[in-house]
């Protein structure tokens, strides 16, 4: 960044004169807000809610760690502005630049040197701002004699805003918002927003009607991963003690099992922190994926220790045995899918930043299963196992306990499946041809539920939220792009019932400043409406969004849409770009790059 920051300003000089300097800016493919700060109050205007944001919410937000604010949206930016009447300039033989330069001249603070006397030396402070906008109106334009003619002569001054290029509607009323980006390194998306939320709700030196409110949180993604994560580690280890606890009727060998998902997860961390990774929702996919196939490697190795128990070996010897007849057949079970995963680590450009993580905490923890499974659980069996001795299914004891008899009771049925399963696989085997012949039938017949299935390039994801970015008829005015975007609203409220409606916000125009890098508007007839759904809506934000897009097409035929679901995870997907497919066409020359781009775009 530092590289291209000199090389840019090395061509500043070739520029026009008044060029301000360029603005290099790091991206990549979760260059997103991971929320928004609204700010709305009934009784403030716009020109006093963007004062607000800008000098007391953002400053007040801005110490949060691995936060990134730019400037705020919407709002009218607070200006002093002097409103002159030309016919009473023409009467007094001035111009506007008149007036102009009389500001100048007089508001202003002017170095005046100091001062010594006696022993001391006094620096004069020359101050000649004004302290109210009307006292604007007294500054001295002409002079004729004994007269002059003041600024209140030919106009008026007052506490105003400056031209507005840019508006901000929160439910239908013009308000402001500030968007919160998150730096790169090892910033935290689940901090940060929380560090927001948190400050948000300890705002001062703000009036009482004002009101913030955290929308479009991209950090719930993360926390919907942890969850699932959770979620997947909690299924499988209960799972598999109900399982092992069935067929081997021994506490101490559930016990056994539980320890290599946690201890397997906590491997694959310490590595990935080794080399340097953070945790994100790409590695917590892979540790989800993996978790059903962790327990796989502890479950055989214990199976088979088991056994060796029941044949009357004492605790050390059948660990021992155990785990070294299945060490091999393990191991190849292990690299099967490591070999399926592990090519994915070597890919190239952006995929290689979104899916090799993936793959490696996959690949990692299947190998720590496998030391664990090799390791830990003949250690946890030599020591804590007691011998088993087995005799037509059942010692006498287990027979005489409530859980031995469910055991020998299970072990019987399961017997009887097991002959059941057994006389039909030889059955299929006599008819080699039948049973092909069948299962074909069985596959072709399945083929018929493919046109049902949806499709999708990546694989779609239900954000809660949509945006849609709009652009009315090219050169239309900021207040005809308003009144366009009211009817949008309306027509969202129509096909979202209230009790799933969150909130939606729109992002109109684009002002000529700094804030204009963060936003995807390009002018003032184009803008972004996000519309947010409650916590458990009853239908899917890609529904609502599809509706949407039926109803705008055929309401407003003149209006150009362009929908997306608003998700840092389809954003990582897509590699940073809006939409799934990204057409871009390069020539030497601009305007068949433009046609070229324009037949792409019809086609």
Do not use: W
């Given at each position: 960044m530092t590289e291209l920051s000199n090389l840019a300003l090395a061509d500043l000089k070739r520029l026009p004169p008044g060029t301000l300097p360029p603005v290099v800016l790091k991206f990549d493919a979760s260059s997103l807000p991971v929320c928004l700060v609204t700010v709305k109050g009934e009784g403030l205007n716009e020109t006093q809610l963007h004062d607000l944001a800008q000098f007391q919410i953002r400053n007040q937000i801005a110490v949060v760690n691995g936060a990134e604010i730019p400037?705020?949206?919407?709002?009218?930016?607070?200006?002093?502005?002097?409103?002159?009447?030309?016919?009473?300039?023409?009467?007094?033989?001035?111009?506007v630049m008149d007036v102009v330069g009389a500001v100048n001249n007089s508001n202003l603070i002017l170095p005046a040197g100091d001062v010594k006397i006696g022993s001391n030396d006094y620096y004069i402070y020359s101050n000649s701002l004004v302290k109210d906008v009307k006292d604007l109106d007294n500054l001295p334009l002409k002079t004729v004699g004994a007269r002059w003619a003041t600024v209140g002569d030919v106009g008026e001054a007052k506490d105003a805003s400056q031209l507005q290029y840019n508006i901000v509607r929160i439910d239908g009323q013009k308000s402001a918002y500030i968007p919160i980006m998150k730096q790169g390194g090892d910033t935290n998306t689940v901090q940060v927003v929380d560090d927001v939320r948190t400050l948000t709700s300890r705002l001062f030196d703000l009036p009482r009607q004002l009101k913030t409110s955290i929308v479009f949180d991209q950090s719930v993604f993360v926390k919907q991963a942890l969850k699932t994560v959770f979620h997947e580690g909690m299924m499988g280890l209960v799972l598999t003690s109900l399982m092992i606890l069935i067929f081997l009727g021994s506490v101490r060998a559930t016990c056994a099992v539980l320890l290599s998902i946690p201890i397997s997860a906590m491997a694959t961390l310490v590595v990935l922190y080794m080399l340097g990774s953070t945790v994100n929702t790409m590695i917590l996919g892979g540790l989800a994926l993996a978790f059903s196939r962790v327990i796989d490697n502890s479950v055989i190795s214990l199976e088979n220790i088991y056994r060796h128990l029941e044949l009357g070996e004492p605790p050390a010897i059948a660990a021992e045995q155990g785990g070294a007849e299945v060490n091999l057949a393990v191991l190849a079970a292990t690299l099967v899918d490591v070999v399926d995963?592990?090519?994915?680590?070597?890919?190239?450009?952006?995929?290689?930043?979104?899916?090799?993580?993936?793959?490696?905490?996959?690949?990692?923890?299947l190998l720590a299963s496998f030391v664990v499974a090799m390791t830990v659980i003949p250690l946890f069996c030599s020591r804590f196992l007691k011998g088993v001795h087995r005799e037509h299914g059942a010692t006498?004891?287990?027979?005489?306990?409530?859980?031995?008899?469910?055991?020998?009771w299970f072990n019987r049925m399961f017997r009887g499946v097991l002959d059941f399963y057994e006389r039909w696989v030889r059955r299929a085997l006599k008819r080699p041809a039948l049973t092909v012949a069948l299962l074909m039938c069985i596959f072709f017949a399945s083929l018929g539920i493919y046109p049902f299935l949806g499709r999708a390039f990546f694989p779609q994801t239900d954000a809660g939220q949509f945006t849609l970015n709009i652009k009315v008829p090219t050169g239309s005015r900021i207040e005809v792009t308003d009144r366009y975007v009211a009817k949008i609203e309306d027509l969202i409220r129509q096909v979202i019932p209230p009790s799933d409606l969150k909130m939606i916000v729109?992002?109109?125009?684009?002002?000529?400043?700094?804030?204009?890098?963060?936003?995807?508007?390009?002018?003032?007839?184009?803008?972004?409406?996000?519309?947010?759904?409650?916590?458990?809506?009853?239908?899917?934000?890609?529904?609502?969004?599809?509706?949407?897009?039926?109803?705008?097409?055929?309401?407003?035929p003149d209006v150009r849409a362009f929908f997306q679901s608003g998700s840092m995870v389809d954003a990582i997907l897509n590699s940073g770009m809006p939409a799934p497919i990204d057409v871009q066409v390069n020539t030497s020359d601009l305007a068949t790059t433009y046609q070229a781009a324009c037949r792409s775009w019809e086609c």
């Open positions: 400037g705020v949206f919407g709002g009218k930016y607070r200006q002093a502005m002097i409103y002159v009447d030309p016919y009473k300039l023409l009467s007094r033989q001035l111009s995963f592990f090519p994915v680590t070597l890919l190239v450009g952006v995929s290689q930043f979104l899916f090799s993580s993936l793959a490696l905490s996959f690949c990692l923890s006498k004891s287990e027979e005489r306990s409530p859980g031995g008899r469910f055991n020998a729109s992002n109109i125009g684009v002002v000529n400043d700094f804030s204009s890098l963060y936003t995807t508007n390009s002018g003032q007839y184009t803008a972004t409406i996000q519309a947010a759904l409650n916590e458990g809506h009853s239908i899917g934000s890609l529904v609502y969004m599809n509706r949407v897009k039926n109803q705008l097409r055929a309401r407003f």
